[in-house]
């Protein structure tokens, strides 16, 4: 049975930090790219960031030069360190592969001004 277990999200105000976690069971995970998406009330789903089994990355315009998305394979855990928040950060964070389109239920991101 695979599983996506995403925590850290939060309450935080504009300019603070948060890092996200995403535990992967089930899945052979140093062979899947790794990718963090959000959805914000009314909006359509996006994506954040994503990491490849050799650690390239890709961002969203949105969040590039203050998000970080990295990989530890020993731990089966993807992290997006989030900097610079802004209330426009304010999202559902989803954990999901890109191969298979596996997702997680999701941690709540909330950032005040």
């Known amino acids: 049975q695979v599983r996506l277990v995403e925590s850290g999200g939060g309450l935080v105000q504009a300019g603070g930090s948060l890092r996200l976690s995403c535990e992967a069971s089930?899945?052979?995970?140093?062979?899947?790219?790794m990718a963090w998406n959000r959805q914000a009330p009314g909006k359509p789903r996006e994506l954040v960031a994503a990491?490849?089994?050799?650690?390239?990355?890709d961002y969203g315009d949105s969040v590039k030069g203050r998000f970080t998305i990295s990989r530890e394979n020993s731990k089966n855990t993807v992290y997006l360190q989030m900097n610079s928040l802004r209330p426009e950060d304010t999202a559902v964070y989803y954990c999901?592969?890109?191969?298979?389109?596996?997702w997680g239920q999701g941690t709540r991101v909330t950032v005040s001004s």
């Open positions: 089930g899945i052979a995970f140093r062979s899947y790219t």
């Open positions: 990491i490849s089994p050799g650690g390239s990355t």
């Open positions: 999901a592969t890109v191969e298979h389109n596996y």
